[in-house]
Structures are given as structure tokens and as C-alpha cells.
């Protein structure tokens, strides 16, 4: 009973870090990807010599800059085509911000995915190691009891596979709390670039707007 205790909570630590190195490996992919495409759309957005230009380079773009772009645009030309409106009453900074805020949280959400995984795998493995430990040197503890004598022979297996499983949640854990502070990291990099942008683009489209 006693190994076949240890052995769950062993496969489960196992498997726990190999779910941490998929979402590593996953996430280190994406924020690549997002850095790539992120850059180059800027590259062309701010390389385009007029406003309509800059929009049709976001219209045609992909990137996650651009999605943020365009929901601005979207709004920009309905606030264009219906001026009196209530709804685009007020400074067209403010009107274009809502909706460009609401994509970038929109997108926030699917970038942090993955991120509360490795939380919780870091806070909580290191319990579970302890648990088998804890199983491990009470079985230990009762055949002592048992034999009437405490030998190292009857202590040290249990004991032994008790402290494998607490070195296995420990390695489990400190990857997963690596991870997810190195990818934190990488979202508030994303997060001032991005506001960097905005506020750029905010700027622009008000220029843009004062000449009509």
C-alpha cells in the first residue's frame, strides 16, 4: 500500500512538470511570434506616408498591434460617418480609446493563458512531495511498530521513496515558478509597448481628425 502511495504521488509530480515544460515551451513560441509580427506591423504602420495608407497597412495585417489599431479605426470611421451623434460626442481620443482598451484586454486575457497553470503547479507541488513524505515515514513509523525493533533495514525504503517524493515536488515546482515569473515579465514588456503604442495612435487620430 505504502508504494503504490508514493508511486501516485510520484506520477503525479511527473506528470505535473511535464505539463509545466508544455506550457513553457508553448508560451516561449507565442511571445516569439507576438514579438515578431508586433514589430514588423509597426515597422509598416509608422513606414506609411498618410493616414489612410497607415490604415489600410493595419486592415491588412494580422499582428496583435494591428488588432488594437483597427478596433480604433473602426470606430474612428463611424464616429466620421455619424458626427452627431451622442454616442461619439467629446474628444476623439477618449471615444477611439474605449474600444482600443477593450481589444487589449480582449487580448490580454488569451496571452495569459497558461499563467495561472504554473501558479498553481508552483504553489502546490511541493504539498503534494510532502504528502508522500508525510504517507512514507507514517508507514515507516507503524512497521517499526510492528517488528519491534528499529532497524535501518525495515526504516530506510519507506523513508527513502518518502524523500524522493519531496525532491521530485521541489524540482516540480521551482520550474514552474521560474516560468511564470519570467513569463509575467514578458506580459508587462507587452503591456508598456503596447500603451506606447496606443497612445501614439491616439495622438495620430486626433491630428488626423482636428483637420475635417
Known sequence: MNSFIINAVL?????????????????????????????????QFWAAKS??????????NSSELAQIANAGILEYKECQQSPDSLKYSGEIHDILERPMRQEIQ??????????AEL????????FIGLFGTVWGIMVALQEISASGQASIDIVAGPIGEALIATAIGIAAAMPAVLFYNFFLRKMKVWITEVDGFSESFLR???KQASKK
Open 119 to 126: 501558479a498553481s503547479i508552483g504553489s502546490t507541488a511541493p
Open 51 to 60: 493616414w489612410e495608407e497607415g490604415i489600410s497597412v493595419a486592415q491588412g
Open 204 to 206: 495620430l487620430a486626433s
Open 11 to 43: 506520477v503525479v509530480l511527473i506528470a505535473l512538470s511535464i505539463f509545466t515544460w508544455t506550457i513553457a515551451v508553448v508560451k516561449m513560441k507565442q511571445f516569439k511570434r507576438l514579438a515578431i509580427n508586433n514589430q514588423s506591423f509597426q515597422d
Open 106 to 115: 480582449k487580448i490580454l486575457r488569451i496571452q495569459e493563458k497558461g499563467l
